[in-house]
């Protein structure tokens, strides 16, 4: 049972247009959601996050979207440049309001190629 | 500043092989810390988390087992490796927020 659902293994955007990719989710028991980016052969690396207290949050071109009654949200990286392209990957865990360590469930990932 | 490391990076084993992974992170007190494995074409699968020395937390039952010797170190074993185990193994640390932060990851083939 996938928890977190990422639909798209692959967008192609133009560089300087927006890129948006998309996740869902079932656990309504979430209430922390991550995205990060990953090259290959490399660790994970930290973009953005957002708690289920808020629909935004913005950080210079990377916007994260929640819409908790839909179980869905979004990164929007705009404009996008050739070093966005990357695996991007959607996590969420349900320990953000007790402080928990329980690990993350992370979607499959998005492929998101830049073309100049 | 915080940094993870991992050793080795790249790991060749052959079927019923031992294995042993090292992570430790530098920066940080009393971090937790999590092992994940993201096999070929699939997402990353938590595999064990530890919120203190000595304290493992299980998430999915295998070959795999870990432990956490002292408060930056974590271990990721096996006794005897299966196919199955090949992958890209990574390390994560968090200190509140459950944001987590990633290590350079190992790469494991089992042969």
């Known amino acids: 049972d996938q928890q977190v659902k990422q639909n798209s293994p692959s967008l192609s955007v133009q560089e300087g247009r927006i890129s948006i990719l998309n996740c869902d989710y079932t656990n309504s028991m979430f209430d922390y959601f991550l995205w990060y980016k990953k090259y290959p052969a490399e660790g994970p690396t930290f973009l953005i996050s957002i708690s289920s207290i808020k629909d935004k949050n913005e950080d210079g071109r990377f916007t994260v979207f929640l819409n908790k009654s839909a179980k869905h949200l979004s990164l929007h990286i705009v404009p996008s440049q050739p070093g966005d392209s990357a695996v991007y990957f959607c996590?969420?865990?349900?320990?953000?309001?007790?402080?928990?360590?329980?690990?993350?469930?992370f979607g499959k990932g998005t492929h998101l190629i830049i073309q100049p | 500043s915080q940094t993870i490391h991992q050793w080795p990076a790249t790991l060749v084993q052959p079927v019923g092989s031992p294995l042993s992974l090292e992570c430790t992170v530098e920066?940080?007190?009393?971090?937790?810390l999590y092992w994940y494995r993201q096999a070929a074409g699939r997402g990353l699968q938590l595999l064990f988390y530890s919120v203190g020395i000595g304290q493992i937390s299980s998430e999915v039952p295998q070959n795999l087992s870990a432990s956490r010797p002292q408060d930056r170190q974590f271990i990721l074993s096996s006794k005897k490796l299966l196919l199955s185990d090949s992958g890209f193994y990574l390390c994560?640390?968090?200190?509140?927020?459950?944001?987590?932060?990633f290590g350079p990851g190992t790469r494991l083939t089992v042969l």
């Open positions: 920066g940080t007190s009393n971090p937790n």
């Open positions: 996590a969420a865990s349900a320990g953000y309001s007790g402080g928990g360590a329980d690990g993350l469930t």
């Open positions: 994560a640390w968090s200190v509140e927020l459950n944001t987590q932060y």
